[in-house]
């Protein structure tokens, strides 16, 4: 029905940088709130960033603001980006992408599958 590919993960050195890639997919599927999450081992997943598609309005958590920037392709539906800077080895971890929209007559989210990024020297 709706599929979200999640993709750009890696291994990087501290202080590297690395940029997340998330598109959503359906014949009827129209985005409201695309967001980011991450999964530490052993820890709860956690929002990272979201963005209101409609006024591309950013929302981020405190250890991302500053260091990560959340942003929409205007020329691609449901996809978003995820640029990370000055990653820290605390930033390792799974990163998930939901997508939360319009699909017929309701509302639903969907999540891609993760795609891992390892902070380490």
């Known amino acids: 029905q709706v599929q979200v590919v999640d993709s750009g993960g890696g291994t990087v050195q501290p202080g590297g940088s690395l940029r997340l890639s998330c598109a959503a997919s359906?014949?009827?599927?129209?985005?409201?709130?695309m967001s980011w999450y991450r999964q530490a081992p052993g820890k709860e997943r956690g929002l990272v960033a979201s963005?209101?598609?409609?006024?591309?309005?950013?929302?981020y958590v405190d250890f991302a603001k500053g260091r990560f920037t959340i942003s929409r392709d205007n020329a691609k539906n449901n996809t978003i980006y995820l640029q990370m800077d000055k990653l820290k080895p605390e930033d390792s971890g799974v990163y998930f992408c939901r997508a939360w929209g319009r699909v017929r007559d309701s509302f639903d989210e969907f999540w891609g599958q993760g795609t891992q990024v390892t902070v380490s020297s």
């Open positions: 359906g014949p009827t599927f129209s985005s409201v709130l």
């Open positions: 963005l209101a598609m409609a006024i591309s309005e950013p929302n």
